[in-house]
C-alpha cells in the first residue's frame, strides 16, 4: 500500500482499483460507477434462462447447465454487488510526465 492510504481495503471496487492505478504510477483522471450495468446483466441472465427452463428444459440439460448451481452464483454475484466488493467504473487515466530538474536538462550549443 502507498503511503497515506488507508489501512484496510476501501469498500469500493472502483476507489480500490484507482489507488491501484496510483501505485502503478497512472493518475486517474475521471472515474463513473456503472456497477447497475452489472445488475442489469445477471437479471439478464437470470430472465433468459427461467425462459428456456419454462420452453426448453430438455435442451438445458443436454448442454449440461445447472440452472441450480447458474442461480447459485448469480446470487453471489449479485450479493457482491450489493456489498461493495464486485464493481464496474471506467477510468480515464494517464501517466503523468516527469517535470524537468536542473539534472535532466541538457542545453545544446
Known sequence: MRPGSPASPTPNPG???VHLLADAGLATTHT???????????????????????SAPT???AAGIDLDAVRHYTTLA??????????????????????PTHDTISVRR
Open 59 to 61: 435442451q438445458l440439460t
Open 15 to 17: 476507489a480500490r482499483y
Open 78 to 99: 449479485r450479493r457482491a454487488i450489493t456489498d461493495g466488493l464486485l464493481g464496474y467504473t471506467p477510468a480515464d487515466r494517464r501517466k503523468p510526465r516527469p517535470t
Open 32 to 54: 463513473e460507477n456503472h456497477d447497475d450495468a452489472l445488475t442489469g446483466m445477471i437479471d439478464q441472465i437470470e430472465a433468459r434462462l427461467s425462459l428456456l427452463h419454462m
